[in-house]
T-cell receptor, first 111, second 111 residues
Framework: DTEVTQTPKHLVMGMTNKKSLKCEQH?????MYWYKQKAKKPPELMFV???????INESVPSRFSPECPNSSLLNLHLHALQPEDSALYLC??????????FGQGTRLTVV | GENVEQHPSTLSVQEGDSAVIKCTYS??????FPWYKQELGKRPQLIID?????GEKKDQRIAVTLNKTAKHFSLHITETQPEDSAVYFC??????????FGTGTSLTVIP
């Protein structure tokens, strides 16, 4: 299985809602990432998990809360988001020293 | 974190011509440099990568060069085809973690 699977593909949520994005990979990669991508912009690193431990938080607001339940799963919990948080959220994974493999992304709209 | 600059932001070439995209990075600890192609509405996908102990790498019509001293690397696409039209991102990484992306180049190949 050479895929990073993200669910849902699309999500519309209100500013008072709580939702979660999910990411799964079965390639044995030990590093997993969350990126945020706005239209016509590069992916922007949010979080890095290495061996299921949070290793990097790029000063992301606390309304975004990552979780890595096991080596194959990565979640991003969303709470009290703002309209400017609307974006494509990309999950990626990598083996040590190799390229990041991206999922198809979740297109999030905050209304 | 790492700062990656990418030029040009847009590039139009005639089919069959070559395209060159250039990137510079700031952190001398970066040692791995992948290039991604992102088509509209799709995820970034790796097209080629290079490590800091290599000066050049080629894969069919695509080549990447790296100058560690000057901290810059370039993507070369020869014999361009309309299907090469996409946004291209360079990235810099330390040991395959913390991938930081350049600002992107929108390439249009004119038939």
């Amino acid at each position: 299985d050479t895929e990073v699977t993200q669910t849902p593909k699309h999500l519309v949520m209100g500013m008072t809602n709580k939702k979660s994005l999910k990411c799964e990979q079965h390639m044995g990669h030990r590093a997993m990432y969350w990126y945020k991508q706005k239209a016509k912009k590069p992916p922007e690193l949010m979080f890095v998990y290495s061996y299921e431990k949070l290793s990097i938080n790029e000063s992301v607001p606390s309304r975004f809360s990552p979780e890595c339940p096991n080596s194959s799963l990565l979640n991003l919990h969303l709470h009290a988001l703002q309209p400017e948080d609307s974006a494509l959220y990309l999950c990626a994974s990598s083996q040590a020293g190799t390229w990041a493999f991206f999922g198809q992304g979740t297109r999030l709209t905050v209304v | 974190g790492e700062n990656v600059e990418q030029h040009p932001s847009t590039l139009s070439v005639q089919e069959g011509d070559s395209a060159v995209i250039k990137c510079t990075y700031s952190d001398s600890a970066s040692n791995y440099f992948p290039w991604y192609k992102q088509e509209l509405g799709k995820r970034p996908q790796l097209i080629i990568d290079i490590r800091s102990n290599v000066g050049e790498k080629k894969d069919q019509r695509i080549a990447v060069t790296l100058n560690k001293t000057a901290k810059h690397f370039s993507l070369h696409i020869t014999e361009t085809q309309p299907e090469d039209s996409a946004v291209y991102f360079c990235a810099a990484s330390m040991a395959g973690n913390q991938f930081y992306f350049g600002t992107g180049t929108s390439l249009t190949v004119i038939p």
